[in-house]
Structures are given as C-alpha cells and as structure tokens.
C-alpha cells in the first residue's frame, strides 16, 4: 500500500510536500509547486519519481524553494510572503524531524535567479533540512553551476555529489 505525504496550505495556494513514503528516501527540491497532487503527477514529478525509483529509492519526496503553487515559475510572488515561506519551513522541520534518513537531490535550475528572495528560502530550506545530508545533482550542472531541473534530463541521466555548503556561500 502506498503512504503518500501531501501537504497544503488551508486554499491550496501553497504546497509543502508531495511523495509517496518509503524507507530509502530520495528528496528532490525544485523551484516552486505546480498543480500536481497524489494519483494526478505533472510531468515534473513524474520524472522525479522515476529518477528516485529506477536508482534504488523506494521513496521520493517532492519539496521545493519556494511553496507558493504556480504552473510558470514566472507567475510566483514578486515579493517575497513571509507567512507562506514561514509555513513552509515549519513543515519541512516537521517532516525531516519524523524522516531522518534520506538523500536530497538539488533540482532547481535556473530559475533561482528569477527572484531575489529565492536565495534567502534555499538558505532557510538548507537550515531546516540540514546541510549535513547527502546531497547530489542529476547530470552536469548549468553554466552558472546551478542543479538541473530533471524535467529537461534523460532518463538515464546519473547523480552526482553536490556541496550544497559550497554552493550556497558562492550565491
């Protein structure tokens, strides 16, 4: 049987987790949330799901930088709400605190450089999962050293060590 966690804000505007549980978990941490829900997977999740099981995880965990929901990263606040993004965190402590063991592949591509307040939330998310974990990347990254979203990766795309400490103080 099939335990999934999926987590929303009360209007569903924001999502803070969607995945099906397992004992070997793979976290991915992309940009923002789409529409994708339990039994009804966008394309994105879809890929995360097969890149988590088809290398060994038996679990995958979808969370992202920013929770607001939104089908073009383009179309995600301006400015930074503060309440939604305090939530966020919440829940993501939350959830490491019951799921202690699991590796988080950076998924975020490019988009981090759409808004300035993108920066801050990687930092706060990091915090709240810890930058002790295992964390990799799919394929090579971008030119500006960004992870790759895995939407635009082939399916035998391999996963990489990925220093998130490094990376976050080169922001």
């Not at 088809?54 to 965990?61: A, F, Q, V």
């Not at 990263?73 to 400015?79: M, N």
């Not at 699991?102 to 998924?107: G, H, R």
């Not at 295992?134 to 795309?157: F, V």
Request: proline fraction near 4%.
């Amino acid at each position: 049987m099939i335990k999934w966690s999926y987590i929303t804000n009360k209007d569903n505007s924001a999502r803070y987790t969607l995945g099906k549980l397992g004992e070997k978990m793979l976290f991915f941490v992309g940009i923002n949330p789409s529409t994708a829900r339990p039994d009804d997977l966008d394309r994105t999740v879809a890929r995360v799901e097969n890149f988590a099981f088809n290398n060994g995880y038996d679990g995958w965990l979808m969370l992202n930088v920013y929770p607001q929901r939104a089908t073009n990263p383009k179309d995600i606040h301006s400015e930074v709400n503060i309440e939604m993004h305090k939530e966020h965190i919440e829940q993501v402590k939350q959830f490491v605190k019951e799921h202690k063991h699991f590796d988080i592949c950076a998924a975020w591509g490019t988009e981090i450089d759409r808004r300035t307040y993108l920066k801050d939330c990687l930092k706060d998310l990091v915090d709240a999962i810890g930058g002790d974990k295992n964390w990799i990347h799919l394929h090579e990254l971008t030119k500006y050293n960004h992870p790759r979203h895995p939407l635009y990766l082939p399916a035998k795309a391999e996963f990489s060590k990925f220093d998130i400490n490094f990376y976050l103080n080169k922001l």
